[in-house]
Antibody
Framework: QVRLVQSGAEVKKPGASVKVSCKASGYTFTNSAMHWVRQAPGQRLEWLGWINAGNGNTEYSQKFQDRVIITRDTSASTAYMELSSLRSEDTAVYYC?????????????WGQGTLVTVSS | SYELTQPPSVSVSPGQTASITCSGDNLGNKYACWYQQKPGQSPVLVIYQDNKRPSGIPERFSGSNSGNTATLTISGTQAMDEADYYCQAWDSSTPYVFGTGTKVTVL
């Protein structure tokens, strides 16, 4: 079965960077994409961007394109999301999410989430 | 940027029907899907491509999308359906956008 397992919670100071990992199993990693979505406390879900796990191409939300980098390591079936210049408003749970292999536009599988806390 | 608006809360009695709306400009021309999220858990897809149910999702969940509004309907609502629900829209020219979220309370 498909599993997405994320790295553990992080506490960072304002201005620092954070890198969250998402290890995939149960399918061929390079046949799909990986998206990153975050949710601040009590807020809606917010899309950050995605990577084509096969060729490494990326696309980012305009809101985050200056601060986010999504990469992958195909040998480890792992995707990474790095967010820089952190501020308190970046405190949120960060999820990786895999889209359907057959149909575009939605996320079939989600990681368990990684809480990133930004505090001085 | 594209915006999706949902009512903040919906209350329903057990066994009754809950309807959750999601409004956006020409939403009917995009694909809409819905996620259920319980406290402390990751979202779960319950409807995709407007009205399709993933395997394992009960038949009481259904969806529609036309004009400016997508609707998630829960028929015969059960206590286990109490959760937050988020709509999401997508087409080839619109990045992934989520709705404001609706808290469904089963009274």
């Amino acid at each position: 079965q498909v599993r997405l397992v994320q790295s553990g919670a992080e506490v960072k100071k304002p201005g620092a960077s954070v890198k969250v990992s998402c290890k995939a199993s149960g399918y061929t990693f390079t046949n799909s994409a990986m998206h990153w979505v975050r949710q601040a406390p009590g807020q809606r879900l917010e899309w950050l961007g995605w990577i084509n796990a096969g060729n490494g191409n990326t696309e980012y939300s305009q809101k985050f394109q200056d601060r986010v980098i999504i990469t992958r390591d195909t040998s480890a079936s792992t995707a990474y999301m790095e967010l820089s210049s952190l501020r308190s408003e970046d405190t949120a749970v960060y999820y990786c999410a895999r889209p359907s292999l057959a149909v575009a536009g939605h996320f079939e599988y989600w990681g368990q989430g990684t809480l990133v806390t930004v505090s001085s | 940027s594209y915006e999706l608006t949902q009512p903040p809360s919906v209350s329903v009695s057990p066994g009754q029907t809950a309807s959750i709306t999601c409004s956006g400009d020409n939403l009917g021309n995009k694909y809409a899907c819905w996620y259920q999220q319980k406290p402390g858990q990751s979202p779960v897809l319950v409807i995709y491509q407007d009205n399709k149910r993933p395997s394992g999702i009960p038949e009481r969940f259904s969806g529609s999308n036309s004009g400016n509004t997508a609707t998630l309907t829960i028929s015969g609502t059960q206590a286990m359906d109490e959760a937050d629900y988020y709509c999401q829209a997508w087409d080839s020219s619109t990045p992934y956008v989520f709705g404001t979220g609706t808290k469904v309370t089963v009274l």
